[in-house]
């Protein structure tokens, strides 16, 4: 019967670390997201860019919620908007940015869902001014099987609306958002403050903790750990800004093709930080177009073609402020010690508070990424970043790293049983399930 | 110009609705569930500002949704055209199904689109507007499944030939498209021959030819290859192809 039809389909997380024969559901009418039998297990899927296994696993129907991605009210006089959930952020900052507005907290990846955006309670360019995807959502509608449709909000159950950002899809599948809207800078200039180190990064992020773009790039080899430099978009003159520009077509595909080879060996890191540094570790500024600000991993398809068919993994941990400078001095020693292959080092600032499994809090977030992350070297590496972030009181991001160890998320997280609870008081019987959910056990 | 599209909260039709709006398209659209149709038409709205109208209808149970579209037009302009983009298949439409099935089937596929032209015929042929039927493939050789759906579809075949041999294209115009497969519901998860097509693709197709002539045609075209081939296979070796 139609709707109710499964399709046979090999899923792959956006890092190749998880792959997987999944039965896949494509509803294209409400009425249809209860075809499923209340007791199948299931998990909902927007964009399926997520760097882990997050919509779905071995076992779970994927709901996939593309049909689902209509605009349903606009309000320009209060600045809000109304969307069904599988809508693309790339698509509604567009529309959005042509009538004067934006959502100021997106991912990097255009095809994100908004679904998605609220089940992994993303951050922005600049999570210390604008924290994260919940900060900016006013109510959402859930539909679970054999439930049918919930309407939460703040005031109405605010345990399920807490529960359900960075709730991986756990609570409920997300159908629809109203949404809270500010106003763009009407043009962006980027200004480039290079560091020798992580230590004076973090100094610079703190000062600059009130710019629309905030973020800082770094060399990560044994013999310039750290240095780089720290972009900072300020908001300026629209006669020294580029258009916001780009359509859905420029959009960074969802599943990138992998070059044959791994250009991201030694040799290849070598070369792109020798090029970048030289490009960009120098004092000045630039217009910068909203879009590329907004997205800048369109722009990103041979990096990420780069890493090959062996893939590879984001490590993201969060350090409060006063364990930073010794955390980045024992990054930096373990790094000489274990010479790792890092193809790319981040840094951020964060001002909020943590909830449940969120991505929050006040310090600097590092984001690694890495090649080959099977390999015993960069195993042992990840492993040990872990081991050191722990010990400087880090918080992971749990889904960005595919390959974090449950038993080190138990000893980052110190609240992880409470909020482990709450996932599973809203999924009582674990019907709503996923490979993140399963490695975790979430 | 003003256009209805009967079955737009999904596939072609949704992808109908998105194409004709964004040509500027004053629009009806027809469908069974009203949570869809809001959905459709608030997208629409402010996606290209153009005025949406919604009917909620069951075709399956509605004895003259002709009627019910006829009064809904009353508030619109003048209808320019017609599209019939509707339509319901089943997996276990291999003489497996009761009469109430079959009812339903018909219901959908053929009822409907004759019940709706023979109502709207009036106003379509003072605007010497344009019908657009959509048969299928299917329906070019009878096999062992798809009986009803594309018993029904061959049906259509036969008004279109009616509605052309009564009246001359200065008066009325008729488009029928023979559809392979589409990525839609209807093929999702089935193995399929040959690779479906965009619904949107084949909707801009369509948009663009609603001002043309009447005519039939094949769309994917290479379908029309694919159903001469059918049409032609020798009947020991067709009944052989039973899978």
Same mark, same amino acid.
């Given at each position: 019967?139609?709707?109710y039809?499964?399709?046979?389909?090999?899923?792959?997380?956006?890092?190749?670390?998880?792959?997987?024969?999944?039965?896949?559901?494509?509803?294209?009418?409400?009425?249809?997201?209860?075809?499923?039998p209340?007791?199948?297990?299931?998990?909902?899927?927007?964009?399926?860019?997520?760097?882990?296994?997050?919509?779905?696993?071995?076992?779970?129907?994927?709901?996939?919620?593309?049909?689902?991605?209509?605009?349903?009210?606009?309000?320009?006089?209060?600045?809000?908007?109304?969307?069904?959930?599988?809508?693309?952020?790339?698509?509604?900052?567009?529309?959005?940015?042509?009538?004067?507005?934006?959502?100021?907290?997106?991912?990097?990846?255009?095809?994100?869902?908004?679904?998605?955006?609220?089940?992994?309670?993303?951050?922005?360019?600049?999570?210390?001014?604008?924290?994260?995807?919940?900060?900016?959502?006013?109510?959402?509608?859930?539909?679970?099987?054999?439930?049918?449709?919930?309407?939460?909000?703040?005031?109405?159950?605010?345990?399920?609306?807490?529960?359900?950002?960075?709730?991986?899809g756990?609570?409920?599948?997300?159908?629809?958002?109203?949404l809270?809207?500010?106003?763009?800078p009407?043009?962006?200039?980027?200004?480039?403050?290079?560091?020798?180190?992580?230590?004076?990064?973090?100094?610079?992020?703190?000062?600059?903790?009130?710019?629309?773009?905030?973020?800082?790039?770094?060399?990560?080899?044994?013999?310039?750990?750290?240095?780089?430099?720290?972009?900072?978009?300020?908001?300026?003159?629209?006669?020294?800004?580029?258009p916001?520009?780009?359509?859905?077509?420029?959009?960074?595909?969802?599943?990138?093709?992998?070059?044959?080879?791994?250009?991201?060996?030694?040799?290849?890191?070598?070369?792109?930080?020798?090029?970048?540094?030289?490009?960009?570790?120098?004092?000045?500024?630039a217009?910068?177009?909203?879009?590329?600000?907004?997205?800048?991993?369109?722009?990103? /398809?041979?990096?990420?073609?780069?890493?090959?068919?062996?893939g590879?993994?984001?490590?993201?941990?969060?350090?409060?402020?006063?364990?930073?400078?010794?955390?980045?001095?024992?990054l930096?020693?373990?790094?000489?010690?274990?010479?790792?292959?890092?193809?790319?080092?981040?840094?951020?600032?964060?001002?909020?508070?943590?909830?449940?499994?969120?991505?929050d809090?006040?310090?600097?977030?590092?984001?690694?990424?890495?090649?080959?992350?099977?390999?015993?070297?960069?195993?042992?590496?990840?492993?040990?970043?872990?081991?050191?972030?722990?010990?400087?009181?880090?918080?992971p991001?749990?889904?960005?790293?595919?390959?974090?160890?449950?038993?080190?998320?138990?000893?980052?997280?110190?609240?992880?049983?409470?909020?482990?609870?709450?996932?599973?008081?809203?999924?009582?019987?674990?019907? /709503?399930?996923?490979?993140l959910?399963? /490695?975790?056990?979430? | 110009?003003?256009?209805?599209?009967?079955?737009?909260?999904?596939?072609?039709?949704?992808?109908?609705?998105?194409e004709?709006?964004?040509?500027?398209?004053?629009?009806?659209?027809?469908?069974?569930?009203?949570?869809?149709?809001?959905?459709?038409?608030?997208?629409?709205r402010?996606?290209?500002?153009?005025?949406?109208?919604v009917?909620?209808?069951?075709?399956?149970?509605?004895?003259?949704?002709?009627?019910?579209?006829?009064?809904?037009?009353?508030?619109?302009?003048?209808?320019?055209?017609?599209?019939?983009?509707?339509?319901?298949?089943?997996?276990?439409?291999?003489f497996?199904?009761?009469?109430?099935?079959?009812?339903q089937?018909?219901?959908?596929?053929?009822?409907?689109?004759?019940?709706?032209?023979?109502?709207?015929?009036?106003?379509?042929?003072?605007?010497?507007?344009?019908?657009?039927?959509?048969?299928?493939?299917a329906?070019?050789?009878?096999?062992?499944?798809?009986?009803?759906?594309?018993?029904?579809?061959?049906?259509?075949?036969?008004?279109?030939?009616?509605?052309?041999q009564?009246?001359?294209?200065?008066?009325?115009?008729?488009?029928?498209?023979?559809?392979?497969?589409?990525?839609?519901?209807?093929?999702?998860?089935?193995?399929?021959?040959?690779?479906?097509?965009?619904?949107?693709?084949?909707?801009?197709?369509?948009?663009?030819?609603?001002?043309?002539?009447?005519?039939? &045609?094949?769309?994917?075209?290479?379908?029309?290859?694919?159903?001469?081939?059918?049409? &032609?296979?020798? &009947?020991?070796?067709?009944?052989?192809?039973?899978?």
């Amino acid at each position: 019967m139609r709707g109710y039809a499964l399709a046979d389909v090999p899923l792959e997380s956006f890092d190749r670390q998880y792959r997987a024969r999944c039965r896949v559901q494509r509803p294209d009418r409400y009425r249809l997201l209860d075809a499923l039998p209340a007791d199948a297990p299931s998990i909902a899927r927007g964009g399926g860019v997520s760097y882990v296994g997050a919509s779905f696993g071995n076992g779970a129907i994927s709901q996939d919620l593309g049909a689902f991605d209509r605009l349903l009210a606009f309000d320009p006089q209060r600045g809000t908007l109304t969307v069904e959930a599988g809508a693309r952020i790339g698509d509604v900052q567009r529309f959005l940015l042509a009538r004067g507005w934006y959502l100021p907290v997106a991912p990097g990846h255009p095809r994100a869902s908004i679904g998605g955006c609220i089940a992994a309670d993303v951050h922005g360019k600049n999570p210390a001014r604008d924290g994260t995807f919940r900060a900016w959502v006013e109510a959402f509608e859930l539909h679970r099987a054999g439930e049918g449709f919930v309407q939460v909000d703040r005031a109405r159950d605010a345990g399920l609306f807490d529960a359900s950002f960075a709730g991986f899809g756990l609570t409920g599948s997300i159908t629809r958002a109203t949404l809270r809207l500010a106003r763009p800078p009407s043009a962006l200039v980027l200004r480039r403050v290079p560091v020798a180190d992580l230590a004076e990064a973090a100094r610079i992020l703190r000062e600059a903790a009130n710019a629309p773009v905030l973020y800082g790039w770094h060399d990560a080899r044994a013999a310039h750990f750290g240095r780089g430099v720290v972009r900072i978009g300020l908001a300026s003159d629209p006669v020294a800004s580029l258009p916001a520009g780009g359509d859905a077509g420029s959009d960074l595909p969802a599943s990138i093709r992998a070059l044959p080879f791994a250009l991201w060996n030694r040799l290849g890191i070598g070369a792109a930080n020798t090029w970048l540094a030289t490009r960009w570790c120098r004092a000045g500024q630039a217009p910068l177009p909203l879009s590329d600000a907004l997205f800048p991993l369109n722009r990103a /398809r041979l990096y990420f073609a780069g890493y090959g068919q062996a893939g590879m993994v984001e490590a993201q941990w969060l350090v409060p402020h006063p364990r930073f400078e010794a955390f980045a001095h024992a990054l930096s020693e373990c790094v000489a010690r274990m010479r790792p292959r890092i193809a790319l080092l981040a840094s951020k600032l964060f001002a909020g508070t943590p909830d449940g499994f969120s991505f929050d809090g006040k310090g600097i977030a590092l984001a690694l990424q890495l090649p080959h992350p099977a390999s015993t070297a960069q195993r042992a590496f990840l492993e040990a970043l872990a081991e050191i972030a722990i010990a400087h009181d880090g918080r992971p991001n749990l889904i960005k790293e595919s390959t974090l160890d449950p038993h080190a998320v138990r000893r980052a997280l110190g609240g992880f049983e409470a909020a482990r609870m709450r996932l599973a008081h809203h999924n009582p019987a674990g019907r /709503r399930t996923s490979e993140l959910a399963r /490695r975790l056990a979430l | 110009m003003t256009s209805l599209i009967v079955g737009a909260s999904s596939g072609l039709g949704r992808a109908l609705a998105q194409e004709l709006a964004g040509r500027g398209h004053e629009l009806l659209l027809v469908s069974s569930d009203a949570r869809d149709l809001d959905a459709i038409a608030a997208d629409l709205r402010l996606r290209h500002d153009v005025t949406v109208h919604v009917l909620a209808l069951d075709l399956a149970h509605e004895a003259d949704p002709g009627a019910r579209l006829a009064g809904a037009l009353d508030t619109m302009p003048a209808l320019d055209a017609l599209l019939l983009p509707v339509g319901l298949s089943r997996s276990d439409d291999d003489f497996g199904l009761d009469a109430a099935r079959i009812g339903q089937l018909l219901a959908i596929n053929l009822h409907a689109p004759l019940a709706i032209v023979q109502a709207l015929l009036p106003r379509l042929l003072a605007s010497r507007g344009v019908i657009v039927l959509f048969g299928s493939i299917a329906a070019v050789r009878g096999r062992g499944r798809n009986v009803v759906y594309a018993a029904a579809k061959r049906a259509l075949e036969s008004l279109h030939e009616s509605l052309r041999q009564r009246y001359p294209p200065q008066q009325l115009r008729v488009q029928l498209y023979r559809l392979g497969f589409l990525a839609t519901n209807l093929t999702h998860g089935v193995a399929l021959p040959a690779p479906a097509t965009e619904p949107a693709l084949v909707a801009r197709i369509v948009a663009a030819r609603l001002t043309r002539e009447s005519a039939r &045609w094949y769309l994917p075209r290479r379908f029309g290859l694919i159903a001469l081939l059918v049409r &032609w296979m020798p &009947w020991p070796l067709y009944r052989r192809m039973r899978g």
